[in-house]
């Protein structure tokens, strides 16, 4: 896509999805259609957590105390925290942080609450806004200062084996997650430099959005010990000895709407996947003066008999040109349209446009109609991830030539290279290319026998290199 950014962002506004005007940089306003796709996509979200996590809610803000108790996690986050240091004029006796994260907040209670083994796994999360003061570049729902929508998990566990293996289920459940939304990722382990604060490991979830820069949309944390012995988080295990816990967290943003749109839309503008779109069908009744009772009384049965198959169903009634109808909901997305006006209901029929191909499918307007439509939007779910998968996949090169890389990666593509997993080596090849590890993609059987893209020694990983955001 030529120019990316400034698509995004008419998006937002003429998608009605966001107010990037708010008087605060990196701090925005949901708007009415961009807060119903949010909330679609929350609803899928707690869906799959409330399986087996319990929802909470903790407060916003973290005495410094607290925060600046785990030294590596603060030093990771200390250029990113807003303080409020007041109350009214009174200068507080102990600042406090507006949460960048809520480990802080969340785990000197977990430290109140577990004590026996009877007490383990515990896995809550909670869906709050978090503030990060980021000094790079802000874009709305990319990269933001307030974080309107953090999704955080975090479990405490046994033994470090049950951690591990929630580490995969986490990873499992954003998979499905990003699957109904159709968005296609790599997973990839972190390197050690740009792990989370405080983690032993980090597993990421990256999108590769239109302009060929990858986005990181969700981050799974295996924290080992490190939280539970700074904030005393222990058990009684069967054996009756007090042993500290293991623990896990996750955590999604603001970036998955950005990836909806970033993903799956086009020239013309949004194309929502049917999971998550406010309206799964527009209506847009062709009125003239004759038959015009006629046409909105059918418009609104049908939108009756849809609406109980669990269909969400919007009439565009408005008093404006059909023409101007069609442009606004082909930018906002709508997965399909149908018209109908006074010759169509003489003729017993209605057009149906798709908006993920352009597709146009006349149907006889009677009791197969519901059916029919239903299997239309459901075919829609299904090709716009299957082309989102596939030019995904188209963009995955790999390279065994460190000269290459730029050019590929200058051309829309994430690199797959062969590396030795060494911190020198790395920082090496993202100094010499000018672009970031993502992460170990898989590590490699001793018989493959491949070198080090860098260095020529026996490779460990094939890793993945792109140009991020
Ligand atoms: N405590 C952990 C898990 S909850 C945590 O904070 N992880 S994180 O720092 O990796 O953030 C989780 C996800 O939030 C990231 O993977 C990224 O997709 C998103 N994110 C981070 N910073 C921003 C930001 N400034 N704007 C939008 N999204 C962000």
């Not at 105390?65 to 030093?75: F, N, P, Q, R, T």
């Not at 409020?84 to 942080?97: D, F």
């Not at 309107?148 to 997650?177: G, P, R």
């Not at 094939?462 to 140009?467: E, G, P, R, S, Y």
């Amino acid at each position: 896509m030529e120019n990316f950014s400034e698509w995004f962002h008419e998006i937002l506004d003429k998608g009605d999805i966001m107010d990037s005007r708010y008087p605060i940089k990196g701090m925005n306003v949901w708007l009415p259609y961009g807060f119903k796709i949010r909330k679609y996509t929350l609803e899928l979200l707690k869906e799959l957590f409330d399986r087996d996590h319990d929802e909470v809610l903790f407060p916003l803000l973290i005495p410094e105390e607290e925060l600046a108790k785990e030294g590596i996690h603060v030093k990771g986050f200390e250029e990113e925290v807003y303080w409020v240091t007041h109350g009214g004029s009174k200068e507080l006796n102990e600042k406090l942080a507006l949460r960048p994260t809520s480990e802080t907040a969340i785990y000197p209670m977990f430290a109140l609450w577990i004590r026996s083994h009877i007490d383990l796994p515990m896995k809550y999360y909670q869906i709050v806004n978090t503030f990060r003061y980021e000094t790079k570049h802000t874009r709305p729902l990319i990269r933001v200062r307030e974080i309107s929508t953090f999704k955080e998990a975090h479990t405490v566990h046994a033994t470090k084996e049950e951690s591990e293996a929630q580490v995969e289920d986490a990873i499992e459940l954003y998979k499905e997650f990003f699957d109904y939304l159709g968005i296609p990722y790599v997973i990839s382990k972190r390197p050690e430099w740009d792990k989370f604060p405080g983690a032993d490991y980090t597993m990421a979830f990256d999108a590769l959005m239109k302009d060929g820069k990858t986005l990181q949309i969700g981050t799974v944390h295996n924290l080992g010990q490190t939280f539970a012995k700074t904030f005393d988080i222990t058990f009684e295990n069967e054996e009756g000895k007090h042993v500290y816990a293991y623990q896990t967290c996750c955590g999604l943003s603001d970036r998955i709407i950005a990836s909806i749109i970033g993903i799956h839309g086009d020239e013309k503008g949004l194309i929502l996947p049917p999971s998550v779109s406010p309206n799964h069908i527009t209506i847009i009744p062709i009125l003239f003066k004759e038959g015009k009772e006629e046409v909105l009384e059918k418009c609104q049965t049908l939108k009756e008999e849809f609406e109980a198959e669990g269909v969400r169903v919007h009439i565009d009634d408005r008093d404006i040109r059909p023409g101007k109808k069609f442009y606004d909901w082909e930018i906002k997305g709508t997965p399909v349209k149908l018209e109908i006006g006074p010759r169509d209901l003489k003729e017993n029929k209605t057009i149906i446009t798709r908006r993920d191909n352009g597709e146009k499918i006349e149907l006889p307007l009677d009791e197969t109609v519901i059916d029919s439509v239903i299997d239309i939007i459901e075919d829609v779910n299904v090709s716009i991830s299957n082309k989102a998968w596939e030019n995904h996949e188209d963009s995955i090169k790999i390279s065994e030539d460190l000269d290459e890389i730029p050019k590929l990666i200058k051309e829309g593509n994430i690199v797959g290279f062969y590396w030795n997993g060494k911190e020198d080596s790395g920082k090496a090849i993202e100094e010499e290319t000018d672009y970031d590890i993502l992460g170990t993609y898989n590590e490699l059987d001793s018989d493959e026998n491949k070198k080090c893209i860098y260095s020529g020694e026996d490779a460990k990983y094939l890793a993945l290199i792109a140009k991020t955001y």
